[in-house]
């Protein structure tokens, strides 16, 4: 079961801040991160990259994207 | 289509776009800007303002095409990626004073920190104090940003609300060409243009549009941020927008170089004062209000162009700011600074630490 954090309408640095703080609480697994601008995409998938946390998945669901970050 | 996207997120991507910045800014000035402002978001902007009445200090009146060119460049951008988002909500009325600080900090300086990196190219030292100043105020923001500042969701909306500002510019790109400057006249239709002092002083409607254009579309691209660089590096050391801005400032110098427009030293610089400690207060408070708002002030008319309503509200909390400047008596000049600049200095402060403090709410 993969955790979720929504950070869909928040504003630079927010999606990124939250995206590290929770990678951090976790150190491996999956977390799924959703977005809604495409600077927060490549904000978070780079940032998540950081921490050795590969994006799996980034799938468009609307105007928004669904970020399926991995680290084993 | 793709590949494209993918090199302009690429580090190369964005050392690239800042030296075609720094390249084009220098030209700028050789083409008829004034002296290290080939583009300065704050100055345009409060220029901007003149040109529509807004304030009557005569010598910065004139309607800056660049500033158009930054908002549709970026919307033609976002449109061509598949990257316009109507989206607003976000406290607005919050981001409208954050604009107006910014403005009211950056005019005590003299300039927005694009302006800082070129004044700096052009060897004005006084642009170190600044930046210290936008490192300060930037520095607040992320001990804030720990502590769980943040101004809330947008969501998304109306296509229309997005298109608003875009077509802003569009109606005053209407009003520049209806209303060309004339020769030795201080007004064109409704226009107001600058006789003397920096605002008589640009290149050719075509380049600075232009150049605007190309410059809104490359930084919307590659989500070129002055304010972003400085915060990535304080709160996640990272170097991605950092690397850019570097590239900015060194292409600007090199230019600057070659087109023999370096000058080093402190004192009579273009558009500029040596009272070192306000060039560092004025850019706190600029820097402070960046940070709280998530941009600076170049990104936020990338972020407008993108359909961001609440950075549309921004832009227009500068020009009104950049008025009440120039009204009130709070922008510096060459001499120094404006008989009410330390007052706003102080008070913009104040404000800035009210609303970091009491907009915390942890997001559920």
């Given at each position: 079961?993969?955790?979720l954090l929504?950070a869909?309408g928040l504003?630079?640095?927010?999606p990124?801040?939250?995206?590290?703080e929770k990678l951090?609480?976790?150190s491996?697994g999956e977390l799924?991160?959703l977005?809604?601008?495409?600077?927060?995409?490549e904000?978070?998938?780079?940032?998540?990259?950081?921490l050795?946390?590969?994006?799996?998945?980034?799938?468009a669901e609307g105007?928004?994207?669904r970020?399926?970050?991995?680290?084993? | 289509m793709?590949?494209?996207r993918?090199?302009?997120?690429s580090?190369?991507g964005?050392i690239?776009?800042?030296c075609f910045i720094g390249v084009?800014?220098?030209?700028?000035q050789?083409w008829?800007?004034p002296?290290n402002?080939?583009i300065?978001?704050?100055?345009?902007?409060?220029?901007?303002?003149g040109?529509?009445?807004?304030?009557?200090?005569v010598?910065v009146?004139?309607?800056?095409p660049e500033?158009?060119g930054?908002v549709?460049?970026a919307?033609?951008s976002a449109l061509a990626?598949?990257?316009f988002?109507?989206?607003?909500?976000?406290?607005?009325?919050?981001r409208?004073?954050?604009?107006?600080l910014?403005?009211?900090?950056?005019?005590?300086f003299l300039?927005c920190p694009?302006?800082?990196?070129?004044?700096?190219a052009?060897g004005?030292?006084?642009a170190?104090?600044?930046?210290?100043g936008l490192?300060?105020g930037i520095w607040?923001?992320?001990?804030?940003?720990?502590?769980?500042?943040n101004?809330g969701?947008?969501?998304?909306?109306?296509?229309?609300v997005?298109?608003?500002?875009p077509l802003m510019?569009?109606?005053?790109?209407?009003?520049?060409?209806?209303?060309?400057?004339?020769?030795?006249?201080?007004l064109?239709?409704i226009?107001?243009y600058?006789?003397?002092?920096?605002?008589?002083?640009?290149?050719p409607l075509?380049?600075?549009?232009g150049?605007?254009l190309?410059?809104g579309?490359?930084?919307?691209?590659?989500?070129?941020c002055?304010?972003g660089?400085?915060?990535?590096?304080i709160l996640f050391?990272?170097?991605?927008l950092?690397?850019?801005v570097?590239?900015?400032?060194?292409?600007?110098?090199?230019t600057n170089?070659?087109?023999?427009?370096?000058?080093?030293?402190f004192?009579?610089?273009?558009?500029?004062?040596t009272?070192w400690?306000?060039?560092f207060?004025?850019?706190v408070v600029a820097?402070?209000?960046?940070?709280?708002?998530?941009?600076?002030?170049g990104?936020?008319l990338f972020?407008?162009?993108?359909?961001d309503?609440d950075?549309?509200?921004?832009?227009?909390g500068m020009i009104v700011?950049?008025?009440?400047?120039?009204n009130?008596?709070?922008a510096?000049?060459p001499a120094?600074?404006?008989p009410?600049?330390i007052?706003?200095v102080?008070?913009s402060?104040?404000?800035l630490l009210?609303i970091?403090f009491?907009?915390r709410?942890?997001?559920?």
């Amino acid at each position: 079961m993969s955790e979720l954090l929504d950070a869909r309408g928040l504003s630079c640095p927010q999606p990124v801040l939250l995206t590290l703080e929770k990678l951090r609480s976790l150190s491996q697994g999956e977390l799924v991160v959703l977005v809604d601008t495409d600077t927060s995409r490549e904000n978070v998938i780079r940032a998540a990259a950081s921490l050795g946390w590969q994006a799996k998945e980034v799938q468009a669901e609307g105007t928004d994207y669904r970020l399926t970050l991995k680290k084993a | 289509m793709s590949a494209i996207r993918d090199f302009f997120a690429s580090r190369l991507g964005i050392i690239s776009v800042g030296c075609f910045i720094g390249v084009f800014a220098a030209l700028l000035q050789k083409w008829g800007n004034p002296g290290n402002m080939g583009i300065c978001v704050a100055c345009m902007e409060r220029d901007i303002a003149g040109a529509i009445g807004l304030h009557r200090a005569v010598v910065v009146q004139y309607l800056r095409p660049e500033i158009l060119g930054f908002v549709l460049g970026a919307m033609v951008s976002a449109l061509a990626f598949r990257e316009f988002r109507p989206r607003a909500g976000s406290a607005p009325i919050v981001r409208f004073v954050l604009g107006m600080l910014a403005m009211i900090g950056a005019l005590v300086f003299l300039g927005c920190p694009w302006r800082a990196l070129l004044r700096l190219a052009g060897g004005d030292g006084n642009a170190i104090l600044g930046l210290a100043g936008l490192v300060g105020g930037i520095w607040l923001g992320t001990l804030f940003f720990k502590n769980g500042y943040n101004l809330g969701r947008n969501q998304h909306t109306y296509a229309s609300v997005g298109w608003l500002l875009p077509l802003m510019m569009l109606g005053l790109l209407t009003l520049r060409l209806m209303f060309p400057p004339l020769p030795d006249k201080d007004l064109s239709g409704i226009l107001f243009y600058s006789l003397k002092g920096p605002g008589s002083q640009y290149a050719p409607l075509a380049v600075s549009l232009g150049v605007g254009l190309a410059v809104g579309f490359l930084a919307q691209r590659t989500r070129f941020c002055t304010m972003g660089a400085i915060r990535d590096l304080i709160l996640f050391r990272q170097l991605h927008l950092l690397s850019g801005v570097l590239a900015l400032l060194a292409a600007a110098f090199i230019t600057n170089v070659i087109l023999n427009q370096f000058n080093p030293g402190f004192t009579g610089q273009p558009v500029a004062h040596t009272m070192w400690f306000w060039n560092f207060a004025g850019m706190v408070v600029a820097g402070l209000a960046f940070a709280l708002a998530g941009g600076c002030p170049g990104r936020q008319l990338f972020m407008a162009g993108e359909g961001d309503g609440d950075a549309a509200v921004f832009v227009l909390g500068m020009i009104v700011g950049a008025a009440v400047s120039h009204n009130f008596g709070l922008a510096s000049s060459p001499a120094g600074v404006g008989p009410y600049g330390i007052h706003a200095v102080i008070i913009s402060l104040a404000v800035l630490l009210f609303i970091g403090f009491t907009m915390r709410q942890k997001i559920s």
